[in-house]
């Protein structure tokens, strides 16, 4: 409080687990509201009835592969696209955005952008994890920080948070790179048998994948990702696929990142060579 912080974070990693408890204890030490963030805390995962938090950890920890980050950490908000509301967010973990190494034929930049648009997309807590202080990072990802309409995308509440629409039945394999197992290795010792499922080895992720945030007068924000990261391709929505979408005549496309639109399309829209 002396330092007049805004939230904190309550790491699964101690001896008390009672999330309530701890957010009574420490919202009782001064007038102004805590944002509390449940990492493993218990209970971890809200309820439509229950959530004491202010967003919770969906994921086990996040780190500087873009194929764990993609194909763990955001896959993990799916379980809770009907749960996961305003003072209650599902939170696959910080932003990795200025920190991927480069991967497969994949840029930095492209791994970036599309990161930072799959947490807007599902209403996660935007919270930046790179070296700020880094003028060099920051120059190269500050454009996709401070795109107004994307941040506007995670901003806007219409009653759910952002989902799963579509991906393809095509599947890719990846290895992690060693450092990166034994960091999940590490991490996961944190939290007991919490994910003990999980593979340390790699992850496996649709070729592409379609996720789509319901926002204000029936539009959506969709986010189209191609996760080969050795290749390009077409991706194509099918309007049908599109919750209210599906009997619009004629559908307005945008693009978020270049803030121009696109043009009117009837049945489908594809993005060529991502």
């Known amino acids: 409080r002396q330092y007049d912080f805004d939230g904190i974070k309550l790491d699964g990693c101690s001896t008390s687990h009672n999330i309530s408890n701890w957010v009574r204890l420490i919202n009782a030490t001064g007038s102004k509201p805590m944002m509390i963030e449940n990492c493993h805390n218990q209970p971890n995962y809200a309820t439509t009835e229950w959530c004491d938090m202010n967003f919770f950890r969906s994921s086990n920890d996040i780190n500087t592969d873009y194929t764990k980050a993609i194909g763990i950490n955001l896959q993990s908000v799916i379980p809770y696209a009907n749960i996961s509301r305003p003072g209650c967010f599902a939170y696959p973990d910080m932003l990795e955005v200025g920190n991927f190494p480069p991967q497969y034929n994949a840029t930095q930049y492209a791994m970036d952008r599309t990161h930072f648009g799959a947490w807007c997309v599902v209403s996660a807590p ?19 920080l401070s795109n107004t309409e994307a941040i506007a995308v995670s901003q806007t509440w219409a009653g759910h948070s952002g989902a799963l629409l579509d991906e393809s039945d095509e599947q890719l394999s990846y290895i992690y790179p060693k450092h990166i197992q034994q960091e999940m290795k590490a991490a996961n010792a944190k939290y007991g048998e919490l994910y003990a499922s999980e593979s340390l080895e790699g992850v496996t992720l649709s070729a592409y994948q379609i996720w789509g945030k319901q926002l204000l007068n029936n539009s959506w924000a969709i986010l189209m990702m191609n996760n080969d990261g050795s290749n390009s391709r077409d991706v194509t929505l099918e309007f049908s696929k599109v919750p209210g979408l599906a009997s619009v005549v004629d559908v307005k496309v945008r693009s978020i990142w270049n803030k121009t639109d696109v043009g009117v399309y009837s049945t489908a829209y594809t993005a060529y060579n991502i």
């Open 126 to 144: 935007l919270i930046i994890g790179y070296d700020v202080t880094d003028a060099n990072i920051t120059d190269r990802v500050w454009d996709i």
